[in-house]
């Protein structure tokens, strides 16, 4: 059964640093999400995309955060000076284009720890 | 803005025992909800979705309900076992497939053999 992949599960940087986490969505899913969960804390949204675009964004996806599809196959979101509020689970998802999306797949998560 | 609120947030059970876990969500307007479960330090494994026409779904021991008008749904777990111990969480889609999901904090679970 396809899968969303991300890499590394896990990634510790010193604050202010720039740290870029990688996705692979599934194959023929055009929309793709991050997501974040501090621990302890709800998932919250941060930015969805589609037809290389950002869709949609929260108000927790400012000027320190982007997003890329460099290719036709990763997505990445980078974090250009990591904070140590930046320090969560980081979730990718994908779900294919209306009408025939129900939900979005997630992928396992990369935790980022911010020293 | 939508709001999801679960209730309770840690809940300790006996194996064998039944056990209901409670979502609710302040606009009824939803387009699907959906139950995950989350192990400590994993990622989020998708367990029933249940679209907003739908009263319930089942998947084994897993029983969803929806009852989008009064803004609730229920995961029923029948017949705990300590596998089950795990955080339950609960997420609405407001519009559609390609909406972000709200969810809700979720409700740790321990099941004790």
């Known amino acids: 059964e396809p899968e969303v992949t991300q890499t590394p599960s896990h990634q510790v940087t010193q604050m202010g640093q720039e740290v870029i986490l990688r996705c692979v969505p599934i194959s023929n899913h055009l929309y793709f999400y991050w997501y974040r969960q501090i621990l302890g804390q709800k998932v919250e949204f941060l930015v969805s995309f589609y037809n290389n675009e950002i869709s949609e964004k929260s108000e927790i996806f400012d000027d320190q955060f982007s997003v890329e599809r460099p290719d036709g196959s990763n997505f990445t979101l980078k974090i250009r000076s990591t904070k140590l509020e930046d320090s969560a689970m980081y979730f990718c998802?994908?779900?294919?284009?209306?009408?025939?999306?129900?939900?979005?797949?997630f992928g396992p998560g990369t935790r980022l720890t911010v020293l | 803005k939508q709001e999801v609120t679960q209730i309770p947030a840690a809940l300790s059970v006996p194996e064998g025992e039944n056990l209901v876990l409670n979502c609710s969500f302040t606009d009824s307007a939803i387009y699907n909800l959906q139950w995950f479960r989350q192990d400590p330090g994993k990622g989020l494994t998708s367990l029933l979705l249940?679209?907003?026409?739908?009263r319930e779904q089942t998947s084994g021991r897993l029983n969803a309900s929806l009852d989008k008008s009064s803004g609730r749904s229920t995961l029923y777990i029948a017949a705990s076992q300590p596998g089950d111990s795990a955080t339950y969480l609960c997420?609405?889609?407001?519009?559609?497939?390609?909406?972000?999901?709200?969810f809700g904090k979720g409700t740790r679970l321990s099941v004790i053999a």
């Open positions: 997420a609405v889609n407001p519009n559609s497939g390609n909406t972000p999901l709200v």
């Open positions: 998802a994908s779900s294919e284009s209306l009408p025939e999306a129900d939900t979005q797949y």
């Open positions: 249940i679209q907003s026409s739908q």
